[in-house]
């Protein structure tokens, strides 16, 4: 009996395991909260500074927005990121990540709170900016770093738990809750700054949600720990037995390839899709302009309840290559009918309900898929090099599209969308290949994709 007891992980126990779950999960639901804060305050951030503004133009506030993945795009921290994750642990990881997000959250506060002289003339003609743009950039940007790789932890710390139990429904529900995250700041920011006084009290909130945040995971770590020492009689792979040259696995592993390029086509085909899609339903469907958002809004707030959904099926049932070739599959469709010339609201929002399916279907199989490809040690660093040509696809999708849309306007100022509903409806088609390749994969190499999580 007793050599049964100490052979029993924490994790085995399903109030631990989930208690861990939610405690991480509030971790990224706080950083989601920040990523968003400022997006509804754009019209506070370019009125002038005396009438309670801050006076930046239209141009500083797309660098200020786009400087988020800066560091981890050009200087790759979020590779790095998942090699310092593999190589020293969920918890040193972790925890580094969470401070960095709230340093950049309080130099960006520190930033948007204060009055700074002069401009800042940026190389390679990137332009020139007001001291206090480049502050707030240089906090956002830290803040990115410190996100992201706190976001591949949150998903190692998930399989590191859930593996052979509830994975799927586990990695559903933490991003539900950091949609809830993203919800908030959208609903709340704008309201709470016009009530307090400003831009820095939305922001100061943000700040203080993230040292909430990095208390909670502070006490994750504490968790942590223990789940080691149960377990330590238990052969399993180490976090620090990752060696540097165990990277080749990773880049000679077909079936991580496909999972990878089918994360870059299929999120294509979502995220750049939605910074268009609120002016589609006006022009091309006629919806009314205060309302249009709504209908790409049901999206975010549809995998809220999708995604875990989904994910329960993949943890009781498997199937999980066959919910990924389904859903690939309702994205091509999705964009199809929206190429064609087809003009009623109606079914532009049966479409987007589709495309919602769609989006739950594919995230809540994927995630969890890639555990069974890749070997614990490796985890870290195979969640990076997916966000990371992921983050790259979605900085270059919208740019393509904003040209092809250019290239497509007429002079009364109408735009023909099919060249870019089709270009969307090409990632779809791209997506079914590869996940009909990774489902041969599977079979090939017997990952287990189609078999359910919980053993």
């Avoid at 509804?40 to 370019?46: I, Q, V």
């Avoid at 200087?75 to 990540?97: E, N, P, Q, Y």
């Avoid at 539900?176 to 009530?195: D, E, K, M, N, V």
Wanted: hydrophobic share 50%; charged share 10%; aromatic share 12%.
């Amino acid at each position: 009996m007793a050599a049964e007891i100490i052979r029993k992980k924490l994790s085995d126990s399903p109030g631990a395991r989930w208690t861990a779950l939610i405690i991480v999960s509030v971790t990224m639901m706080f950083a989601y909260f920040f990523t968003d804060v400022m997006s509804p305050l754009e019209p506070l951030l370019t009125t002038a500074r005396d009438k309670g503004g801050l006076g930046w133009t239209s141009d500083e506030y797309g660098f200020f927005s786009g400087s988020y993945g800066f560091f981890n795009v050009f200087l790759l921290l979020l590779f790095f990121g998942g090699i310092i994750l593999d190589k020293f642990g969920i918890r040193f990881t972790g925890l580094m990540s969470t401070v960095l997000m709230v340093g950049g959250a309080l130099i960006k506060w520190w930033a948007v709170s204060n009055t700074f002289d002069g401009s800042v003339t940026l190389p390679l003609g990137i332009g020139t900016y007001q001291t206090q743009v480049i502050l707030a950039s240089l906090g956002f940007a830290t803040f990115g770093v410190g996100s992201e790789i706190a976001g591949i932890t949150v998903s190692k710390v998930i399989a590191k738990w859930f593996t052979g139990h509830e994975l799927a429904l586990a990695m559903g529900l933490q991003v539900a809750l950091a949609r809830i995250g993203t919800a908030g700041a959208l609903a709340a920011s704008l309201p709470i700054a016009q009530a307090l006084g400003g831009v820095p009290k939305s922001i100061g909130l943000g700040a203080a949600l993230l040292c909430i945040g990095l208390v909670s995971f502070i006490v994750y770590c504490v968790m942590d720990r223990k789940e080691d020492m149960t377990s330590s009689a238990i052969s399993q792979e180490s976090e620090e037995g990752f060696r540097f040259k165990d990277l080749s696995l990773l880049f000679t592993n077909k079936g991580f390839w496909l999972i990878t390029l089918l994360c870059l086509m299929f999120y294509a085909g979502v995220f750049p899709f939605l910074k268009f899609a609120t002016k589609i339903m006006v022009y091309k469907y006629g919806v009314d302009a205060e309302l249009a958002g709504l209908i790409p809004a049901m999206l975010p707030f549809g995998t809220i309840f999708l995604t875990p959904l989904f994910g329960g099926i993949y943890d009781k049932h498997g199937k999980g290559a066959t919910l990924m070739i389904i859903g690939s599959v309702l994205l091509t469709i999705v964009h199809t009918i929206f190429a064609l010339p087809a003009e009623s609201w109606i079914l532009a929002v049966a479409v987007m309900i589709l495309l919602g399916i769609a989006f739950g279907l594919v995230p809540s199989a994927m995630w969890p898929s890639v555990p069974k490809i890749i070997p614990m040690k490796l985890l870290g660093s195979a969640y990076a090099m997916i966000f990371y040509i992921q983050n790259i696809g979605l900085s270059l999708v919208p740019i393509i599209i904003g040209k092809v849309n250019q290239s497509n306007t007429g002079i009364d100022g109408t735009i023909n969308y099919t060249p870019a509903m089709c270009i969307f409806a090409a990632f779809g088609i791209v997506s079914i290949i590869l996940s009909l390749m990774l489902k041969h994969e599977n079979a090939k190499k017997s990952y287990g994709l189609e078999e359910p999580n919980i053993k």
